[in-house]
């Protein structure tokens, strides 16, 4: 992982605090001074050096180049602390990295990244993160927050949105594909926003196909 213990940490925390569009000539001079640091440290980083660099300009370099040592990609380590972690902590007014760990960050993409949290879900599992109700997977366990994709659970909630829309079906055989949107929008309301909704697409049209 890269040490950022050989940077200047005065100077990270500097970066992190300033954002690209301020204009503020501190941000292009602190640049300067890290990019010989980071790209002479390269070797030891667990990413490319371009990938280095990618981090380099935005804020929050600190907390972004670990959450990438935790084993998260660098563009998902970037959207949640430049957007979600942000958004919460300019609410709270406080520093992001106040609110949640690189670790917790990079936890909460891998569940993303299984497939146990959609975007929505992952939204909410870090708002109660930031709460201090545990890590991402306590979390998610606690709260019964997994995207369900259980077809037994899935098929239940579909039957009952079909019943309340009984024209979907025969719009569907008709070749207006779009209408499963209907059921599917539905299903994931009924759900709590925890239902898999690629699988309750497939799961609408072999029942349009069946019927």
């Not at 659970?153 to 008709?174: G, H, S, T, Y």
Request: hydrophobic share 50%.
């Amino acid at each position: 992982a890269l040490d950022v213990a050989v940077l200047p940490r005065a100077r990270l925390l500097d970066v992190g605090r300033l954002r690209p569009d301020t204009g503020d000539p501190r941000l292009h001079r602190i640049r300067d001074e890290l990019r010989p640091l980071v790209r002479a440290d390269v070797r030891r980083c667990p990413v490319r050096h371009e990938q280095v660099s990618q981090l380099i300009d935005p804020g929050l370099l600190v907390e972004i180049t670990e959450t990438v040592a935790a084993g998260a990609t660098p563009q998902s380590a970037r959207k949640w602390w430049t957007g979600e972690v942000a958004r919460l902590a300019n609410i709270a007014s406080k520093e992001p990295a106040e609110l949640v760990s690189a670790a917790q960050v990079a936890e909460l993409q891998q569940l993303v990244d299984e497939g146990a949290l959609n975007d929505r879900l992952a939204r909410q599992v870090l708002e109660f993160v930031v709460a201090g109700e545990g890590s991402p997977r306590d979390v998610v366990a606690a709260k019964g927050l997994a995207v369900v994709s259980d077809d037994g659970a899935l098929i239940v909630a579909i039957d009952e949105a079909l019943a309340a829309q009984p024209d979907v079906l025969e719009k569907i055989r008709e070749g207006k594909v779009q209408a499963a949107g209907a059921v599917i929008g539905a299903v994931m309301k009924a759900m709590g926003g925890t239902a898999d909704a690629a699988r309750v697409r497939e799961l609408v049209l072999e029942r349009a196909a069946q019927a």
